[in-house]
Every structure is written in C-alpha cells, then in structure tokens.
Nanobody, 123 residues
C-alpha cells in the first residue's frame, strides 16, 4: 500500500479545500480510511474515518459539520472536503489505512500512511 495525499494549499479563512487520497497499486476498498493532521509543534490528531463501504463516518468534534469524508471505491479514492476553514485547521494532513474491520481514532492502529499534504489557512 502506497497512499498519496494531495489537494493541500493556501486558503483564506472561511474558504474550502478538497483533499484526495489514492493508491495506484492497492485496492483501498479493503481498508478503513482516515485522515489525521499535525500542526507545527503539536501532536498528530485524528480528523475523520470512513468505513470500507462508506456507510459509516466519524469526525473529530471540531471539524464535524464543516468537513466531509467520502470515498469512491470504484476510483480508489478517499476525499476530505473541508469547508469554513479556520486558522486552527492549518496542518499537514495525512491519510491512513487500516486493515482491521474495526474503526478507531488512534493513529497508532493504522497500518499505512500517506506522505501528507500541507494546508495553510490565512486569516
């Protein structure tokens, strides 16, 4: 599994970005997928996960109602739509994959990680 995250960039506060995670060599439908983020000087934190078939999602409380995780297993992609971005959302965002059928917010329990994509929010 080699996850590739993309879509980061510079956006004004209140704006939107759409992050995409894909893998050219593996079938992501076999994995629970999640997004995590890490701001400078802070620990990595959970953002959202999505079940294998996309039927279940879960969000960290500060992003709920602003972010939407989705997946298209036919296209082998997982996306994170981020709306109403705030300065505190600025971070490197990582997608992660977990083989177990049980979702978790613990990053240490994810098996594979992408390289990260930087989100910068200007106020």
């Amino acid at each position: 599994v080699q996850l590739q995250a993309s879509g980061g960039g510079l956006v004004q506060a209140g704006g939107s970005l759409r992050l995409t995670c894909t893998d050219s060599g593996s079938t992501l439908s076999s994995y629970i997928m999640a997004w995590f983020r890490q701001a400078p000087g802070k620990e990595r934190e959970f953002v959202s996960w999505i079940s294998r078939n996309g039927g279940e999602t879960y969000y960290e409380v500060s992003v709920k109602d602003r972010f939407t995780i989705s997946r298209d297993n036919a296209k082998n992609t997982v996306c994170l739509q981020m709306n109403s971005l705030k300065a505190e959302d600025a971070a490197v965002y990582y997608c992660a994959a977990r083989q177990s059928p049980y979702a978790t917010t613990l990053g240490s329990l994810y098996d594979y990680w992408g390289q990260g994509t930087l989100v910068t929010v200007s106020s």
